[in-house]
């Protein structure tokens, strides 16, 4: 079981800016910019890189609901989402999140 499971489960707390049947958000413990949160589907998913075809609404889902916390947490200026897949694309938890991050100017390329 994930780390994120266990959030999931309230089994281990986090700080949750929003949650639907289908999702929930939690700001991230080593945050990377002022506004940094995860944005993770409840049903287990350990990658991007696993997703199917009956994925497709949870995936728009997830980005819509990046938008929406976009305005929620007053990101007017910009904001930037992030899903890293796999060892090489830097995910270190296996269960699926867009990362969510604005507040600061944020460079490009990423490393
Ligand atoms: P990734 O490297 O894309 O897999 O992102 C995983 C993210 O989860 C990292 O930014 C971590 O800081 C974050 N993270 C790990 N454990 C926790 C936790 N218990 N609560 C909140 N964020 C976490």
């Known amino acids: 079981m994930t780390i994120f499971k266990k959030i999931i489960d309230r089994e281990i707390p986090a700080d949750i800016v929003y949650e639907d ?12 910019a ?34 929406e916390l976009a305005v929620q947490l007053q ?13 090489d694309g830097g995910q270190s938890v296996d269960h699926l999140h867009v990362h969510l991050l604005g507040g600061r100017t944020l460079t490009w390329p990423p490393g």
């Open 21 to 32: 049947e289908q999702c929930l958000a939690f700001r991230d413990i080593n945050p990377q």
């Open 34 to 67: 002022p506004t940094h949160v995860l944005i993770i589907p409840k049903r287990e998913i350990p990658s991007l890189a696993d997703a199917t075809a009956s994925d497709v609404p949870l995936l728009g889902h997830l980005l819509f609901v990046a938008r």
């Open 75 to 87: 990101l007017g200026g910009g904001f930037r989402t992030i899903i890293n897949a796999g060892p």
